[in-house]
């Protein structure tokens, strides 16, 4: 078993927000890639779009995500879908902070996956 702890203390200014991304981990072999994200109050995250598959995963707090110009209400405990090619952004109207996981993933990550696999699983016989 392997944790890792967030580091609230050293996370990075990315998209408009702050976040700690899940790789490099060289525990973990997955054909995903992540960050836990932190939205400050009265902050919105840089509108993008991007070719993976991507799910936010609501962690704390309340926010409203936009997706393609559509404004939902995101809350803890909400998982959110979005398409390859949808411009979003995460927007935080409220007084505390909003914080999410975000996973994104493509065939390009998928077939790194297999071939990392692929060369441990001699390793794991062994």
Known sequence: MDIRRLDRANLTRVYGLDSERLLPWPALNAPFEGAWCVLRPGEAS??????????????????????????????????????PGSMH?????????????GIWWDVDMSARFVARHHEEAPKLTR
């Open 46 to 83: 840089d509108p993008h779009a991007h070719h993976e598959n991507e799910i936010f995963i609501a962690m704390s707090g309340r926010a409203a995500l936009v997706v393609d110009g559509a404004r939902r209400e995101f809350v803890a405990g909400d998982i959110a879908h979005l398409p």
């Open 89 to 101: 952004n995460v927007v935080n109207d409220e007084a505390d902070d909003f914080e999410y996981y």
